[in-house]
């Protein structure tokens, strides 16, 4: 017989004597797996072999030594000649496997017990490297030879055939997996920092192919290339960790493994501010700008838009005379006006003018019939403006420049004027509330104050001319209240700064806390006033809300990936399709693993 090299379950080479290879190897799998002289440590599915993987079973000091027995069985010189007796006949067919089984115990012997094969750190981290390259590289075979043997498990199923499976196609993992053989160390990991070292060079292989092609296209190469760098690591961290909580389950090591692999991303995201709505300041500086340079292109209105806006703010009288006569001031203005249109067009910045002065001196008229004329000549001027084309323009050759740029002037100073009717220092409505909130002497009206300035708003059809319906909606959210803010406010009613009845009950509950020691009687007044000030949080963030809708004109988009996260999630997700051998057993990544285990 010759000596041969085993490699046993550990990872550890063993010498056996046997008649050839795969004898040697078939004595050693029925040493570890069928009744033998020793016992194995108990190993849990899908962990790693501990330092000690067995332990030899005791033998007594009488006993005969292993080297003994093999010289009785092959017929040598016993060291008791009463023993001669009973050797079993070299005829016996269960001779061989007897001698196969005593010369591994022999070779397992002359090892010391836990001793285990030399590795180190870098060894099996960069051998983790090149698996996820490989896994990578051959990922779109594997995926298709999964497709088709699940196919043929169908078909076997339906038709009773025997389609066998296709094992290990050419161009899949394991063709790379043997073309960087000479990098990929057969040790396994020896201890937990290992396994971790292992596992995180899988994801940082495996990320290294998508991610590197998309480093060539992009704006930010290297910001991405540490994010994804970063996104492997926590992927590997986690799905190891996984394992080591739930050695085996393929399902939560995939689901680890993502959520590991999104942390950067998800950090990345909740670190950028979100999108905000323009300050009144920045709204005012916008539109004096746009102002300014619709005054220096020189655009007037054209003779016919001229004649049309006179005759809407000689309109605004009527056509009964008493009207004149009984509102002389306003009567005046309407026809110096619409003379004056009539006879030389103005620029467009004169027509501004002109909206102004009817503002201060008709619209604020102490007369209320004046005064209501006053307010239909300036929204006549502003429907005009508003309805401005380029046709309705002279003086420029860039009419269409013009009538945009004003546009988004009037645009921008309207949101400026319904923006400080809520959120004016001290004239708006919410201030309005605040204070009258706070002059109750306790401030637990907050709630109720800045809803009553809200509701009048809502009920006035001047204020809330000129707010869009998504607006309108907030509002109404505002005065009326969610459910959970109604909640809110109703146990805030037990707070002690809502008002002296429950400042009265606190100051009842201390004492009796004071005579009882039993600090429960507190837990209605601290529940009543974490409850006001979550509602009155609530409310504010609502009428914060509204503030930038108003700003904003329009709701602020949601907080959208950016085209560097969306990148470092492509990667991930086929980083993830080239998911590690050691998941599953059939397959080496999650499209093939989870078709297959279906």
């Known amino acids: 017989m010759a000596i041969y090299e085993v490699q046993g379950p550990n990872g550890a080479i063993y010498e056996v004597d046997a008649p050839s290879k795969e004898d040697a190897a078939s004595a050693l799998k029925r040493a570890v797996e069928g009744d033998r002289w020793w016992e ?23 006993d005969l030594s292993i080297q003994q027995m093999l010289d009785l069985i ?122 971790y070292g292992r596992r995180i060079g899988q994801e940082v292989g495996a990320m290294s192919v998508p991610g590197g092609a998309m480093l060539r296209n992009a704006k930010a190469p290297l910001a991405l290339g540490a994010m ?30 993502l959520a590991g692999g999104l942390s950067p991303v998800a950090a990345s995201r909740a670190l950028r501010p ?3 709505a323009p300050s009144v300041e920045m709204l005012k500086a916008e539109a004096d700008a746009a102002y300014e340079e619709v005054r220096n292109s020189g655009a007037t209105l054209s003779p016919a838009s001229a004649d049309a806006l006179a ?41 501004d003018q002109v909206r102004q002065w009817v503002g201060k001196n008709v619209a604020g008229s102490n007369e209320a019939g004046e005064r209501a004329i006053g307010v239909q000549m300036k929204n006549a001027i502003d429907n005009h403006l508003d309805t401005l084309t380029p046709s309705d323009v002279s003086g420029t ?56 300035n809200v509701r009048r708003v809502l009920e006035n059809p001047k204020l809330r001319r000129g707010f869009s319906e998504s607006e309108l909606k907030a509002m109404r959210e505002i005065a009326d209240g969610t ?14 700064t809502s008002g002296g009845l429950p400042l009265g009950g606190f100051a009842g509950a201390a004492a ?37 809708l108003i700003r904003n004109g329009k709701p602020l988009p949601k907080k959208a990936a950016s085209d560097l996260e969306n990148n470092v999630i492509a990667a991930l997700v086929a980083q993830q399709m080239a998911s590690p051998a050691e998941r599953g057993n059939e397959a080496t990544n999650a499209v093939v693993r989870a078709l297959l285990e279906r």
Do not use: C
Not at 46 to 58: I, K, L, T
Not at 151 to 169: E, H, K
């Open 40 to 62: 194995e440590a108990p190993i849990a599915e899908g962990s790693s072999v501990p330092d000690r993987w067995w332990e030899e079973a005791p033998i007594a000091d009488d």
């Open 74 to 195: 092959q017929g040598s010189s016993a060291p008791d000649k009463s023993l001669e007796t009973a050797r079993p006949s070299q005829d016996d067919p269960s001779i061989q496997e007897m001698l196969d089984m005593l010369a591994l115990a022999a070779a397992a012997k002359k090892k010391r017990v836990g001793e285990q094969p030399e590795t180190s750190m870098l060894e099996q981290s960069m051998s983790g490297v090149n698996e996820g390259i490989a896994g990578i590289l051959g990922a779109p075979v594997d995926i298709m030879t999964g497709v088709i043997n699940y196919g043929s498990r169908g078909v076997n199923s339906l038709f009773g055939t025997d389609l066998p499976p296709i094992t290990d196609a050419f161009g899949g993992s394991g063709t790379f997996e043997d073309l960087l053989a000479p990098t990929i160390s057969n040790v396994q990991p020896q201890n937990t920092a290992q396994r």
């Open 228 to 257: 994804e760098t970063v996104s492997a690591v926590g992927s590997g961290v986690a799905g190891q960790t996984s394992q080591e909580i739930a050695p085996g389950n393929a399902t939560v090591d995939t689901i680890a493994s």
């Open 274 to 276: 979100s999108p905000k």
């Open 311 to 351: 005759g809407r703010i000689s309109g605004t009288l009527g056509e009964r005379a008493a009207t004149r006569k009984l509102n002389p001031r306003a009567a005046i203005a309407a026809d110096a006006l619409s003379k004056d249109l009539r006879s030389a067009p103005p620029t467009i910045a004169e027509v």
């Open 397 to 452: 050759n860039r009419a269409h420049e013009v009538v945009s740029t004003l546009q988004g002037a009037r645009e921008k100073a309207h949101r400026v004027h319904k923006s400080q009717l809520f959120e004016a220092e001290d004239t708006g409505a919410i201030a309005k509330g605040l204070r009258r909130a706070a002059t109750t002497g306790t401030g637990g009206n907050e709630i109720n104050a800045i809803r009553q």
């Open 483 to 496: 459910p959970t803010q109604n909640a809110l406010r109703l146990l805030g009613r037990l707070a002690p």
């Open 512 to 548: 009796g806390v004071g005579a009882t020691g039993n600090p429960l009687l507190l837990a209605p007044s601290v529940i009543g006033q974490g409850a006001k000030m979550l509602g009155e949080r609530s409310t504010r963030k609502a009428i914060s809300g509204l503030g930038e």
